[in-house]
């Protein structure tokens, strides 16, 4: 079942421009990550933020997350062309079940 | 270099015909994954292993097989391909066997088509 759904589907923004993308999930997590997938490869972590912490930063990277909305953003500052990519949310609902359920993603078009 | 390989990286085979996709990686890591990704549907978790010979289903494993017989390598078997089984098949692996919450590190990709 897929428990993070990403907003929007897709982005188009101008290189220097900031690109926010958000993430909802259903379920209460232990924690949310964020991957990169760049065209038909593999996916690179990002970021991973528990469900104790608000923010967290990574470079030009900026995550929230919210647990009484049940949802996180990614904020990508100065976008460069290389930013250009689809963006996962991963969620870790707990339990048994030793798995991340991903989002369908955003995709990130930066224009130079 | 650590690394998740995958190979091949790219098959186009007939309806029926065994194939296997190897997995491998050099870290160390006790969980290794399946996953495949189809347009509109995102990332799926067909099996997963917690460690060696410590396999079990995802969401998606009909028609799969896997095996964990050493830790390093993780192989995707498909006894039977038919063609819904086309896709772009990622393996990833991570640190601990609760690795599957953790942050995972991910192959390149297998793009099959089955004809």
């Known amino acids: 079942s897929q428990q993070g759904e990403e907003d929007p589907q897709a982005l188009s923004i101008q290189e220097g421009e900031n690109a926010t993308m958000n993430c909802s999930y259903k379920?209460?997590?232990?924690?949310l990550q964020w991957y990169r997938q760049n065209s038909g490869r593999g996916l690179v972590h990002l970021i991973l933020i528990r469900s104790n912490e608000r923010e967290k930063h990574s470079g030009r990277l900026r995550v929230t997350l919210d647990t009484s909305k049940k949802s996180s953003s990614l904020l990508i500052t100065a976008s460069r062309a290389a930013d250009t990519a689809s963006y996962f949310c991963a969620t870790d609902a707990g339990g048994s079940n030793y798995k991340l359920t991903f989002g369908k993603g955003t995709l990130l078009t930066v224009n130079p | 270099e650590a690394q998740v390989t995958q190979n091949p990286r790219y098959l186009i085979t007939v309806t029926g015909k065994k194939l296997t996709v190897t997995c491998s990686q050099n870290?160390?890591?006790?969980?290794m994954s399946w996953y495949r990704q189809d347009p509109g549907l995102g990332l799926r978790q067909i099996y997963y292993s917690m460690n060696v010979e410590v396999t079990d289903k995802g969401d998606v494993p009909e028609g799969y097989k896997v095996s964990r017989k050493e830790k390093r390598n993780f192989p995707l078997i498909l006894e039977s391909p038919s063609p819904n089984q086309t896709s772009l098949y990622f393996c990833a692996s991570s640190l601990a066997a609760q690795g599957g919450r953790e942050t995972q590190y991910f192959g390149p990709g297998t793009r099959l088509l089955v004809l």
């Open positions: 870290m160390n890591h006790e969980y």
């Open positions: 379920t209460s997590i232990n924690n």
